[in-house]
């Protein structure tokens, strides 16, 4: 297999040891197999929605990123979105640091930066895949998904089913869902065609401005447009209005009484700006075993 390569370099700190213990566990990956020195993934580039297969390595300070065509600047900053390293993360040790319990937090989880999905297109589709279901069923049926109408490509040399582009799904059925849920993919891959459930457009608008869009969308609750935005678009300084599993999180790490009100959140997530979406984050991960 011929490969392309080129090195990704972390602005503030990042361990890419920390990026793989968190993959390993995180079942929305799909990774394919690894050595546990080596992140690998297939997924249609969003810049073009062509397949391609990466593999991930330790660099001095920061990875070394082998692909299996050429990387141009957009699969580049893709690349960089999926893991965090296209946003300079030099102050979020400081806002950490301006509170006693997301600094704690940060010591047990050093150099851990958000691990996107492959594209908001792919986050948004598991978003409504998993909802009333678990993430292993969910796993099973986006991997279904995949072999029926995916294309097929060799990392490292095993072949994997990649993840559909929303031009195959706009018009498909027979995805193994609900109708109910299989109407509402289409709806998203329609979204992401007319540029809405993109990067460059998420992230072009303020968060609050984004959710809100997420949120019309069919099937697309605080949950779901928050995974979009921050976990599938990478954008660093979002914090979802209403999420109770979040609020749930935070209840306990702050002994907060049950009965605090969103609002007492979202004053609480002000003091983490501009890094909202990596304290949320570092929240989530910390309780990953225990709540997912």
């Known amino acids: 297999m011929t490969t392309h390569g080129f090195t990704l370099t972390a602005r503030g700190a990042f361990d890419f040891a920390a990026t793989l213990r968190f993959v390993e566990e995180w079942p929305a990956a799909s990774t394919l197999p690894s050595d546990h020195g080596t992140l690998r993934f297939a997924y249609c580039a969003e810049h073009d929605w062509l397949p391609v297969g990466v593999a991930v390595t330790a660099a001095p300070g920061g990875v070394r990123v082998e692909t299996t065509r050429p990387a141009g600047p957009a699969l580049r900053g893709e690349v960089a979105r999926i893991l965090s390293l296209d946003v300079d993360g030099t102050g979020f040790e400081r806002v950490a640091d301006a ?13 851990l930066r958000p691990v996107c999905f492959w594209t908001p297109w792919e986050a948004a589709v598991w978003a409504m895949i998993v909802q009333r279901s678990s993430m292993v069923v969910a796993r099973s049926l986006k991997g279904r998904i995949a072999e029926r109408f995916g294309a097929r490509i060799v990392v490292d040399d095993a072949e994997h089913a990649v993840f559909p582009p929303p031009i195959s799904l706009v018009d498909a059925e027979g995805f193994g869902l609900p109708a109910q849920k299989e109407e509402r993919i289409r709806g998203l891959a329609r979204a992401a065609l007319d540029g ?3 990067t460059e457009y998420l992230r072009s608008v303020p968060p609050e401005e984004a959710m809100a869009e997420l949120r019309a969308l069919a099937g697309v609750g605080p949950f779901s447009a928050g995974l979009i935005l921050i976990r599938g678009a990478g954008a660093p300084d979002a914090f979802p209005g209403d999420e109770p599993r979040l609020f749930a999180l935070l209840r306990e790490a702050y002994g907060l009484p049950e009965d605090t009100p969103p609002k007492e959140f979202r004053r609480l997530a002000d003091t983490w700006r501009p890094f909202r979406s990596w304290a949320s984050f570092l929240f989530r991960a910390a309780a990953y075993r225990e709540n997912e």
């Open 99 to 111: 509170d006693p319990v997301l600094k704690d937090l940060r010591a047990a989880h050093p150099g």
């Open 196 to 198: 809405v459930l993109t």
